[in-house]
Every structure is written in C-alpha cells, then in structure tokens.
C-alpha cells in the first residue's frame, strides 16, 4: 500500500523554481519524509528530509504542512540538470516506501 | 570516496536459469538493501542485511534470495528465473540499520533482462 501519492509529471521552466508536491496523509506521527530524486539510468539521489519543520539545503527546501499530510518539495532555481524523477518516499520499520514518484521536466 | 558498486551492470539470462548479482557497500557501510525496478511496480524493497542477517525482508517469492560476506559486501540470487523478474536491481548501503537519508547510498544497479 502506497503511503505517499504523487502527480505522475510536471514541467518546469529553467531558472525557475520547481514545486513538487506529495501527499502521505497515511503516515505515522513518527516517521520522517525523504525525497529522492532517480536520473535516467542511475540510481536515486538522496535530496533531503523532513519530520514536522521546515528543512533546506544546498539542493532543495521542504516545507511540511503543520498537520503532516503533505509536503512540498522546492527547487530554487530550477536547471536542465534537475530533469528526472523525484520520489517522496516513508520510511518505516527500517523500510523505505517509494511511491510512483514525478517525473520533472525542465524546459530551456 | 568510492560509491556503491554493483556487478554487472547488465545481464540476460534465459526463462529457467538462475542469476547472482553484487553490491559492493561503501567501505565503512554494513547495512545492504535490495531493491527491485520495473515500469510497472516501481521500486520496491526486496530485503536488507546487516551484519551478515538478514534483518527485513520485502513481499517476494523464495526464489529472491540473498546474503552478506563478513566485509558486508552482499549478494542477491533469483532461482527459475520468469520474464516478470526483468527489471533493475538496486543496492542501498548505509553505515547501519535506520541510518537513512544522506547516510543512505544507492549503487547505479543491475539491469536484467529475461529472454
């Protein structure tokens, strides 16, 4: 059972910023919220966590809504580069969930 | 530092055979995840080893198995191999069990395809 849903593509302009969001409206008061991004052929590509506040780093920020049913994934400024898919993936019982993930498009 | 590594990075093998992949962990990582993926199921956790134990296992047949060597590098085996089990196969690493995130390391996979 999916413990997060995705809309399954988005595009975005270059130098724009790219919203991605995620509902886990399932998952427990105790597990964290990790988004991975997947580039063609490779494996994925730790981005960035969350609990219950807001997170940034180099990459990306998350902005997790208060009653921890949904998040948003923010890439700042958006490059050809950032053109792959992005999972919101819960981690339970030392299990990762991996959704269908988004496959971002950025356009130049 | 090296990532994780598996070998080979592509495979066919014939309806019937048997196949061994390996993940190599970063060196330090104890903890191995498998994971297979297909354009239909997406990824899905197959089973994790630490320290030699198998700690998690996923929703599959008996036929995926696996296993760890005392230098944590892991192997997974699939017996009577069916055309359902063409996908890619990855490998996680992290320093242990719970450590996820950015201690958490995918190899670029194996991809099998069964003929």
């Known amino acids: 059972d999916a413990k997060t849903t995705q809309p399954p593509s988005m595009d975005c302009a270059e130098g724009r910023a790219a919203n991605l969001p995620c509902n886990h409206s399932?998952?427990?008061?105790?597990?964290?919220v990790y988004w991975y991004r997947q580039i063609h052929s490779q494996g994925p590509q730790y981005i960035i966590h969350g609990l219950k506040n807001n997170e940034t780093n180099e990459m990306a920020s998350l902005i997790i809504t208060e009653d921890r049913k949904s998040s948003t994934l923010i890439l700042p400024h958006a490059t050809l580069r950032d053109t792959a898919v992005y999972y919101c993936i819960s981690l339970t019982g030392n299990q990762f969930y991996f959704g269908t993930g988004t496959s971002l498009t950025v356009i130049p | 530092k090296a990532g994780v590594t598996q070998t080979p990075r592509y495979l066919i093998k014939t309806r019937g055979q048997q196949v061994t992949l390996s993940c190599s962990p970063i060196?330090?990582?104890?903890?191995v995840s498998w994971y297979q993926q297909t354009p239909g199921q997406g990824l899905q956790f197959l089973f994790e080893?630490?320290?030699?134990?198998?700690?998690n296992k996923g929703n599959f047949p008996g036929r995926f198995s696996g296993r760890q060597f005392s230098n944590s590098r892991s192997e997974m085996n699939v017996s009577t191999l069916e055309l359902g089990d063409s996908a890619l196969y990855l490998c996680?690493?992290?320093?242990?069990?719970?450590?996820?995130?950015?201690?958490?390391?995918f190899g670029s996979g194996t991809r099998l395809t069964v003929v």
């Open positions: 399932t998952i427990s008061g105790n597990e964290y």
């Open positions: 060196s330090g990582h104890r903890s």
């Open positions: 996680a690493s992290s320093l242990a069990p719970g450590i996820v995130g950015y201690g958490y390391t």
């Open positions: 080893y630490f320290s030699e134990t198998q700690r």
